[in-house]
């Protein structure tokens, strides 16, 4: 249901939407011109579709990137842990400990960002919005779940090795990332999704819950890659495991350096995918003030 009596005309179809432009009165009433004045329009007309065309092309580009950079994290994270660091287990040795990189990559990284990125596609913004918001809050109730997991397998690690928490940089930019993403799931559940929430709550929340989430992959960002090379520096010592030391950059320590860049790089494309305003949500462009919460929205 639409409340505030919003203006917004629907689109028909994605080329509709995702051009900022509008046909001038001149190209309406273009029956009434001259020819060459007909001729103008209809060139102006060409140019436009171009113009969406490269936007929708440019977008689809961007987004097939940054899966295929996301999936390259979870399968590299997943390579390193399995393959050199001995695999996984939940038993309070440093097997327990690998589960930590990949959850935490895969649910704060990549389920994240891709799950930020949901609603730029501009092949839903023709329909129903509501199954794309539910889709979007469980995508980020997954990714904050497999973080929080992530936190244990790690904390339960330190604790059964009598090793302190919380002490590194690498933690610190850890713990603030996951908390500020609880609090964003929370404030944006409350002020999105339930029907009680007012108008004006909606207003003040919705740039502050678009901040967030920008900041929330710029510290996952550095929390990642942070802890890529401090756990490096553990394991490749001169003398302590028998392997080669960091700085003769062995293939353990390539293929971690290698999940750092593809991780900046997937970060790097989230953060402009949800930048270009060209490829924004249309009612969820500056000055809609009727958007409705989860449950008053019916199917348009």
Same mark, same amino acid.
């Given at each position: 249901?639409?409340?505030? =009596?919003?203006?917004?005309?629907?689109?028909?179809?994605? /080329?509709?939407?995702?051009?900022?432009?509008?046909?001038?009165?001149?190209? $309406?009433?273009?029956? *009434?011109?001259?020819?060459?004045?007909?001729?103008?329009?209809?060139? *102006? *007309?060409?140019?436009?579709?171009?113009? !969406?065309?490269?936007?929708?092309?440019?977008?689809?580009?961007?987004?097939?990137?940054?899966? $295929?950079?996301?999936?390259?994290?979870?399968? $590299?994270?997943?390579?390193?842990?399995?393959?050199?660091?001995?695999?996984?287990?939940?038993?309070?040795?440093?097997?327990?400990?690998?589960?930590?990189?990949?959850?935490?990559?895969?649910?704060?990284?990549?389920?994240?960002?891709?799950?930020?990125?949901?609603?730029?596609?501009?092949?839903?913004?023709?329909?129903?919005?509501?199954?794309?918001?539910?889709?979007?809050?469980?995508?980020?109730?997954?990714?904050?779940?497999?973080?929080?997991?992530?936190?244990?397998?790690?904390?339960?690690?330190?604790?059964?090795?009598?090793?302190?928490?919380?002490?590194?940089?690498?933690?610190?930019? =850890?713990?603030?990332?996951?908390?500020?993403?609880?609090?964003?799931?929370?404030?944006?559940?409350?002020?999105?999704?339930?029907?009680?929430?007012?108008?004006?709550?909606?207003?003040?929340?919705?740039?502050?819950?678009?901040?967030?989430?920008?900041?929330?992959?710029?510290?996952?960002?550095?929390? $990642?890659? /942070?802890? +890529?090379?401090?756990?490096?520096?553990?394991?490749?010592?001169?003398?302590?495991?028998?392997?080669?030391?960091? !700085?003769?950059?062995?293939?353990?320590?390539?293929?971690?350096?290698?999940?750092?860049?593809? +991780?900046?790089?997937?970060?790097?494309?989230?953060?402009?995918?949800?930048?270009?305003?060209?490829?924004?949500?249309?009612?969820? !462009?500056?000055?809609?003030?009727?958007?409705?919460?989860?449950?008053?929205?019916?199917?348009?």
């Amino acid at each position: 249901m639409q409340q505030g =009596g919003s203006s917004y005309p629907s689109c028909s179809s994605t /080329s509709d939407c995702f051009s900022l432009t509008h046909l001038s009165a001149a190209q $309406c009433g273009s029956e *009434n011109l001259s020819e060459p004045e007909k001729s103008e329009v209809r060139a *102006n *007309n060409t140019s436009t579709e171009l113009s !969406r065309m490269r936007s929708l092309v440019m977008f689809y580009l961007s987004y097939l990137l940054c899966v $295929c950079l996301g999936l390259s994290c979870v399968i $590299c994270v997943y390579v390193w842990n399995s393959q050199w660091l001995g695999g996984f287990s939940w038993d309070g040795s440093f097997l327990q400990f690998n589960w930590h990189p990949v959850l935490m990559v895969t649910g704060l990284v990549v389920v994240y960002g891709i799950a930020a990125v949901m609603y730029r596609i501009p092949l839903t913004w023709g329909q129903n919005k509501l199954p794309w918001k539910l889709l979007h809050a469980v995508l980020m109730l997954i990714a904050l779940v497999l973080s929080v997991v992530g936190l244990c397998a790690v904390f339960d690690y330190h604790n059964a090795k009598n090793i302190p928490n919380v002490y590194s940089l690498h933690s610190w930019i =850890g713990i603030v990332a996951t908390a500020l993403f609880a609090m964003q799931w929370a404030f944006g559940a409350t002020a999105f999704l339930l029907p009680c929430s007012p108008l004006s709550l909606r207003k003040l929340l919705k740039p502050v819950h678009v901040w967030f989430g920008g900041s929330v992959v710029f510290l996952s960002i550095a929390a $990642c890659i /942070s802890g +890529i090379n401090e756990k490096l520096f553990f394991d490749l010592k001169e003398n302590t495991t028998g392997s080669q030391h960091y !700085r003769e950059l062995p293939p353990e320590a390539v293929l971690g350096n290698a999940l750092g860049v593809l +991780i900046v790089a997937f970060g790097l494309v989230v953060l402009m995918i949800l930048s270009n305003h060209k490829w924004q949500r249309p009612d969820s !462009r500056t000055g809609d003030l009727a958007y409705a919460p989860l449950l008053q929205e019916e199917n348009e």
